[in-house]
T-cell receptor, first 116, second 116 residues
Framework: GAVVSQHPSRVICKSGTSVKIECRSL??????MFWYRQFPKQSLMLMAT?????????EQGVEKDKFLINHASLTLSTLTVTSAHPEDSSFYIC????????????FGSGTQLSVL | AQSVTQLGSHVSVSEGALVLLRCNYS??????LFWYVQYPNQGLQLLLK??????LVKGINGFEAEFKKSETSFHLTKPSAHMSDAAEYFC??????????????FGSGTRLSIRP
C-alpha cells in the first residue's frame, strides 16, 4: 500500500529555535498534502493545505509566518515551526492525497514536538 | 457545521471480548463517515467508510460499523478482540461527495487497550 514517511518522529528543542518536519510520499505523487496538529485528548485539527508549486492555504487562526510550509516537489512537503515556544508543543501529522485519486488519504506517523 | 464526538478516550477490553467504540456525529446534511486506526509509530489507516450505500459497513481486520441516522451514530465494533487491535481509533466526518481531505473533521480519538 501507499506509504507516507514523516520525519522526525520525535523532537525536543529549546524555546526560540526552529524545527523542520518532513513529509514524503514514498510511492506516489501528491499535489496536495495536509498538515494537522493534535493537543492531548483533543481532535486532530487541520492547520493547512499544502499545494505543490504554490502557497499553502492556512486554516483560520493558524499563523502562516510561524508555521512555514513548503511543497517544492510532488513527493515532499515540509513544515517549519519558527521560533518555537512551549505552547507549540504538540503532535503534528501530515497526510497526502495521491495525484488523480482525490478520495484517498494516506497519513504519516506523526511528529511529537516538545519545546522546552 | 459538522462535528464528531467520540465517547471515551480510553477503552479496555479482554482478548476475545466484544469491541465497541462509540462515535456520534452532527451534520446538517447526510454525511460521509470514516473510522481510521493508528497503530504505534505508524500513520493513520482507513478502516472503513460510509458513503450512503449500505448502512452496515465492513472494514479491514474484522471491524464493522453501522450508520444509524435516528441515533446520529456510527459506532465501530468487532466481535472478538485480538491483542493486535490495540491502537488509537479516530472517527471522522465529511460532507458527501467530498473532493478534498480538507473537508474531513476528526474526533479526538479513542485508545483501545486489550487485556490478555
Amino acid at each position: 500500500g501507499a506509504v507516507v514517511s514523516q520525519h522526525p518522529s520525535r523532537v525536543i528543542c529549546k524555546s526560540g529555535t526552529s524545527v523542520k518536519i518532513e513529509c514524503r510520499s514514498l510511492d506516489f505523487q501528491a499535489t496536495t498534502m495536509f498538515w494537522y496538529r493534535q493537543f492531548p485528548k483533543q481532535s486532530l485539527m487541520l492547520m493547512a493545505t499544502s499545494n505543490e508549486g504554490s502557497k499553502a492555504t492556512y486554516e483560520q487562526g493558524v499563523e502562516k509566518d510561524k508555521f512555514l510550509i513548503n511543497h517544492a516537489s510532488l513527493t515532499l512537503s515540509t513544515l517549519t515551526v519558527t521560533s518555537a515556544h512551549p505552547e507549540d508543543s504538540s503532535f503534528y501529522i501530515c497526510s497526502a492525497e495521491p495525484q488523480g485519486l482525490r478520495e484517498k488519504l494516506f497519513f504519516g506517523s506523526g511528529t511529537q514536538l516538545s519545546v522546552l | 457545521a459538522q462535528s464528531v464526538t467520540q465517547l471515551g478516550s480510553h477503552v479496555s477490553v479482554s482478548e476475545g471480548a466484544l469491541v465497541l467504540l462509540r462515535c456520534n456525529y452532527s451534520s446538517s446534511v447526510p454525511p460521509y463517515l470514516f473510522w481510521y486506526v493508528q497503530y504505534p509509530n505508524q500513520g493513520l489507516q482507513l478502516l472503513l467508510k460510509y458513503t450512503s450505500a449500505a448502512t452496515l459497513v465492513k472494514g479491514i481486520n474484522g471491524f464493522e460499523a453501522e450508520f444509524k441516522k435516528s441515533e446520529t451514530s456510527f459506532h465501530l465494533t468487532k466481535p472478538s478482540a485480538h491483542m493486535s487491535d490495540a491502537a488509537e481509533y479516530f472517527c471522522a466526518v465529511s460532507e458527501p461527495g467530498y473532493s478534498s481531505a480538507s473537508k474531513i473533521i476528526f474526533g479526538s480519538g479513542t485508545r483501545l487497550s486489550i487485556r490478555p
